[in-house]
């Protein structure tokens, strides 16, 4: 049983709050909020307030600009970290004037998959591991390219001087409600991990943009800026969002079947089958910025090539060695950059998609891809992701799945704000072009 309006109401006065932010995400998955003073909160609650959506990424022409948003009871949490004029937040679904659900809200996308799976008998699970990087700033706050420290995978104080900052965002994550897993240094200088315990695909998605507000805002309080850039830095790991899930049925994890193949149900392989099916195209909204596409090359334990595993790293997914109830797999490119929503939505229809028409997927992949030759790929039929951002997008206009997973608004906007972001990278001169050619030619 959820918050009731009553329930939040006598919170807010017990937190004695000053300010609620009713947050929502926009389609490129930037979180956007509306600020009100307490005792708003009330009208809030009853669905009354409304916020000019013209003004908002992809979401409505200015003829048609008025939205509600209306608040889920169960998001309502106070920021740890202002104390000084207590400030709560509520996530919030936007709804058009005619009381329909407006159909560019990325959590409404997701919530329509989510009643998809549910019309299967199926509620998905997800965990991610969301990486980020910590970079010091300018005598004005701003960020500049130089880690914070020059740790490596599992190092400690002193070398890994972002431990302090890190501790601070899980304290303020477990005070906010989250079940913290574990922290760790990641591989690359300046690069973190923050796990917390995995919950049905709304929650996580509500708690993947909760973790990054939070991050932010308590790395700038260390004076330090948290990036989820996937690539910030050339020639060092870039930054993932390794995604692991699972499908329940009754109760009972539906991936887990003792007398199958590798102990995996039929559902699981299925399952499998749909994502690469669909990796390709899936990836202009799991890797969704020009910027994913410097992460996803060789040589740096980033996936590129569409093959499955239960052991190496090498490949797009991974069947951790966990059983019983705790069977899963492991999708391993998408990066903290993507739009939680619309990514957890198009993950299930893709795996769905391998359920319902019984998608085998290939042989499960033994071997090091990395070092396999192009033609031992070939052989092996083994592809490999999008290149770039471009590529990925004409991919993604082709899955007529995703299409109608994302809906004809949310797709329209992503794909034009997309074609953009691509066209004005590319007609860029770059500093490594000046560097390379001014002189010579």
């Known amino acids: ?45 009853d669905n009354q307030i409304m916020f000019d959506g013209s003004s908002i990424e992809g979401f409505t022409r200015i003829q048609e600009s008025d939205m509600y948003l209306r608040p889920d009871y169960n998001t309502f949490v ?32 997701l919530k329509r998959a ?6 299967m008998g199926f509620t998905m699970m997800a965990g991610p591991e969301a990486e980020f990087f910590l970079f010091k700033v300018d005598a004005d706050g701003n960020p500049i390219p130089v880690t914070h420290d020059e740790g490596g995978y599992f190092d400690l104080s002193p070398i890994d001087r972002g431990e302090d900052a890190r501790r601070d965002i899980v304290l303020t994550l477990e005070a906010m409600g989250f079940e913290i897993e574990t922290s760790h240094h990641e591989v690359a200088p300046g690069q973190h991990e923050v796990d917390f315990r995995y919950s049905d695909a709304l929650t996580t998605a509500d708690r993947v943009a909760t973790f990054k507000i939070v991050t932010r805002s308590v790395a ?9 850039m996937p690539k910030p830095v050339f020639g060092i790991n870039g930054s993932g969002m390794h995604t692991h899930l699972s499908l329940f049925h009754d109760g009972q994890n539906a991936f887990f079947d003792p007398d199958g193949t590798y102990q995996l149900s039929e559902t699981a392989l299925y399952f499998v089958g749909g994502l690469l099916k669909h990796a390709r195209a899936l990836a202009a909204i799991t890797n969704p910025l020009v910027n994913s596409y410097k992460r996803l090359v060789p040589g ?8 499955w595993s239960v052991k190496n790293r090498s490949a797009l997914i991974r069947v951790p060695a966990a059983r019983g109830s705790a069977t899963r797999v492991e999708l391993r490119n998408p990066d903290p950059a993507c739009n939680p929503y619309l990514a957890f939505a198009c993950i299930l229809a893709a795996g769905l998609d391998g359920i319902r028409n019984k998608i085998e997927p290939p042989p499960a992949t033994g071997n090091n891809i990395y070092t396999m030759t192009p033609a031992e790929r070939k052989a092996a039929g083994i592809e490999s992701l999008p290149a770039n951002i471009a590529e990925a997008v004409a991919e993604l206009t082709k899955d007529q799945l995703l299409c109608d997973t994302l809906g004809s608004h949310v797709l329209e906007h992503f794909v034009e ?22 002189k010579t030619y």
């Not at 700038?220 to 989820?228: R, Y």
Request: aromatic share 12%; hydrophobic share 45%; with cysteine.
């Open 220 to 228: 700038q309080l260390h004076n330090l800026h948290a990036t989820f």
């Open 114 to 119: 989510i009643a998809q799976a549910e019309q």
């Open 1 to 45: 049983m959820g918050l009731t309006k009553a329930d939040v109401l006598r919170l807010a006065d017990e937190w004695e709050i000053k300010f609620v932010r009713l947050q929502f995400t926009d389609i490129l998955g930037t979180v956007k909020n509306v600020a009100i003073p307490v005792r708003e909160l009330e009208k809030a609650l």
């Open 78 to 109: 106070r920021f740890p970290w202002r104390t000084e004029a207590p400030v709560a937040r509520l996530i919030c679904d936007v709804y058009t004037p005619e009381g329909e659900p407006f159909s560019g809200d990325p959590r409404y996308v």
């Open 300 to 307: 740096y334990e980033a996936p590129v090539y569409l093959a």
């Open 417 to 438: 704000a997309k074609t953009l972001e691509w066209d004005v990278y590319r007609t860029q001169v770059h500093k490594w072009e000046l560097d390379q050619y001014l």
